[in-house]
């Protein structure tokens, strides 16, 4: 049986990744990018590149999945950012 | 010795909590918060406090206090958000 607290990791995980995608929808669609911050998308798509290298160590698939996902969001992030700046 | 991965995974934490400085700092200083997604912070927030509790499960003190900080963070860019929106 799954540990209650994996569950919470896992949820955690799942809703710390998803909440990039109404942002990068938003970015797209109005193509309004003035208010987002480019040194924090840089610094923030280094830093999970980190946790992906950290997940590769640990064999967590959940964190390797995540950061993943969370690093290529972030990366269309920067890509808006800089197409609409 | 600490482990070569570990001193990622903490990097990687800095990383990530420090990215928001400059996105809180951005939105204080220019009152600029229309491209920001509301709900990305909020679900981002509620998962902020999933990997805190997780954190605690863990006995993880990087976890606890990166997510600490992460979460203030996100709360500050809710009230930004809310109050010039």
């Known amino acids: 049986m799954i540990d209650t607290f994996e569950i919470v ?3 955690a995980a799942f809703l710390t990744t998803s909440a990039f995608v109404p942002q990068v929808y938003k970015a797209w669609k109005t193509k309004s990018t003035e208010s987002l911050s ?3 998308y840089l610094i923030f798509f280094i830093g999970i590149m980190l946790w992906l290298i950290y997940g590769f160590h640990l064999n967590s698939l959940a964190m390797i999945v995540s950061n993943i996902i969370t690093g290529i969001l972030a990366l269309l992030l920067i890509i808006l950012k800089i197409k609409h700046q």
Chains 1, 2 share one sequence.
């Open 9 to 11: 990791g896992l949820v």
């Open 38 to 40: 480019l040194p924090m």
